[in-house]
């Protein structure tokens, strides 16, 4: 056992020894009604091969880079101490529900205690478990990519997200039908190590609902309750209550955060809402590059785009009500869980108000603020304008000219001048000539990560097992928010033409 070798670290299994788990280890794919979680062992990669890192999440876990590690990250023999498992959970999928899902492709190695608190790592993609349904537990490098910049870019951002530790190349390959149009091929494999507090899900409570299993539920309450939730009592109506006030006002205030900073999540399911509030799951998300509250960066929901940026908070408070109605059999008085969800719509309507307060640097809301803050979202939406690049330059900008703004419009989108003449004079003046600039700058990142960076980072990396790009993004993203002019030419720019229409920046599916 060597000081920063994962078999140094202080594992535990809290969730294992006080929630109901399967009694079958590992085994094929089934039903587990009941239960909280089934025993599963990651399956080795056959060539793994440590490719990208987060020092920072490895000093908070006292872990060191090493090959050793690689292995184990890869899905390689668990250390001793590590007690690996695949957790239960059900959801509504595309606001359907859909029974039993599961890890289907994680496999959580246990919970580290740190200085920081317990810390949950979880492979994904590392092999089958008993919730893989017809798939096959594996996940492809662009989307492992994306998941391993996008949560350490979103840290980065102040926004509440999972963390990423570590991403292994497994030398295997992985057959993917990208577009779902009958034509797979295979695509290199990765293994994500991931982290957070835990990743219990909404969803996580619900399938006992579902399933009539009321005691399973009070007992996975009561666990959840008890180590990430100490402040309060699950075992009264009070206690119940302040905690779900809590999860929905966090989940509230995390969505206006993926608003501010122009994130789509692409698949809200109620499987993919973390019961901390945490953005997790990054699959086919995307960020806003020309402002379009109708985008949606998920092929799979480009029909009826249940999941666009704009309806995004309206989805957390129908998951949120999803939540509260599985948390009905423990309540005395059921009828006390309405107005928490009332709350919650009046504290997410709340929220956004303030968020845009702050991207215009307006300070304390007045009556007239909604109007102005409407009439400029009109105005964006009705031209092609990069939303980053468009805030961004509004907090340097010297007087209330849209020629100090046009590098944010994009060719041939020829903007309403006298309009946005109208709207700037308008803003100026409610600033009184002195927007708070330094505040505006902590609300309007001027890098984020954008859709075709990452897919520049995934080309390299697919074609060459070049991560060199990878590791830049990295870098640049933990400074979202800082000037950085040596990468102003190469990354603070409007999406190029060539990304417009190319798969894996504009439109993206589940396929990962
Ligand atoms: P998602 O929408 O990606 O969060 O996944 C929904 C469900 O499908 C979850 O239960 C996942 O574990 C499962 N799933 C997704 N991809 C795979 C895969 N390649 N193998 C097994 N299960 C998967
Ligand atoms: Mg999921």
Redesign the pocket.
Known sequence: MTNGSLSALSWHARFLGETPGDEVVGGRQRQVPGKCWSKATPTPAPEPRLALWSTEMAETLGLERSDETGVVLGGGEPAPGMQPYAQRYGGHQFGNWAGQ??????ITLGEVKTEEGFLELQLKGAGLTP???T?????VLRSSIREFLCSEAMHHLGVPTTRALSLVTTGEAVVRDVLYNGNPAPEPGAVVCRVAPSFIRFGSFQIHVSDGHHETLRTLVDHTVRHHFPHHDARTDDGLVAWLTEVAESTATMIAHWMRVGFVHG?M?T??MSIHGLTI?Y?PYGWLEPYDVDWTPNTTDAGRRRYRYGHQPHIGAWNVARLLESMAPLMEDKSRLQPILDHSMEFAMNAQSETWAEKLGLGTLEEADEALVNDLLALLGATEVDMTLFFRHLCSISEPDIGHLSDAFYEGSEPDTSAWKAWLDRWWKRVDGKPDREGMRRANPKYVLRNWMAQLAIDAAEEKGDFSIAEELHELLKRPYDEQPEHEEKWFQKRPEWARHRVGCSMLS?SS
């Open positions: 899902l599961g890890d289907g492709r994680a919730y893989s349904r798939a096959d537990g594996k996940a698949v399911n499987d993919n799951d699959g589940c």
